[in-house]
């Protein structure tokens, strides 16, 4: 497995040094994500893998909006309220809160964004109405959050959202 790991970062370091010299827009993505997908198949803490998915989604936002494919929110504020969405439903199903509005009161706190916009968030996520970057996280993210024994490894990630 070490060595596996060893050789898989090895090609990935070489596919971006590939695109650096190239001059590819991307080869930060490509380095960013390099290392969150190394961090997370060591089995880094996601609170500590965090700032590199920031990082990632602003590189993302820069990019996509430089080629003239995005418009909107940008994509970590996206992420960090789909996270803060999963994490109301995670605490639902986990039985730890009775009801959506408690769970939703408990995210706020840790997350620091306030309740109703996570609520309304979530429930544009249900509704269909979300970005499609936060429906395609959403269920993934609610997965992940039911692994962890407690949601403090969000806490502070959505400090950016307005």
């Known amino acids: 497995m070490e060595d596996e790991l060893h050789s898989t970062l090895l090609r990935s370091l070489?596919?971006?040094r590939k695109m650096f010299d190239a001059g590819a827009d991307d080869w930060e993505y490509?380095?960013?994500?390099t290392m969150a997908r190394y961090?997370?198949?060591r089995g880094v803490e996601p609170r500590l893998i965090a700032p590199i998915d920031i990082m990632l989604a602003r590189k993302t936002d820069k990019i996509s909006r430089q080629r003239g494919d995005l418009a909107g929110k940008p994509l970590d504020?996206?992420?960090c309220l789909t996270a803060a969405a999963?994490?109301?439903?995670a605490l639902k199903r986990k039985g730890e809160c009775s009801s959506v509005a408690e769970a939703a009161r408990v995210v706020a706190r840790v997350v620091g964004v306030d309740q109703k916009t996570i609520t309304e968030f979530r429930n544009r996520i249900s509704r269909g109405t979300a970005p499609d970057a936060a429906t395609a996280a959403y269920r993934g993210y609610v997965a992940e959050i039911l692994t962890w024994p407690d949601i403090s490894s969000l806490q502070g990630i959505c400090r950016f959202v307005s």
């Open 14 to 16: 070489e596919d971006v």
């Open 30 to 33: 490509a380095l960013l994500r």
């Open 39 to 41: 961090c997370q198949a």
């Open 77 to 79: 504020e996206t992420l």
């Open 86 to 89: 999963a994490a109301v439903t």
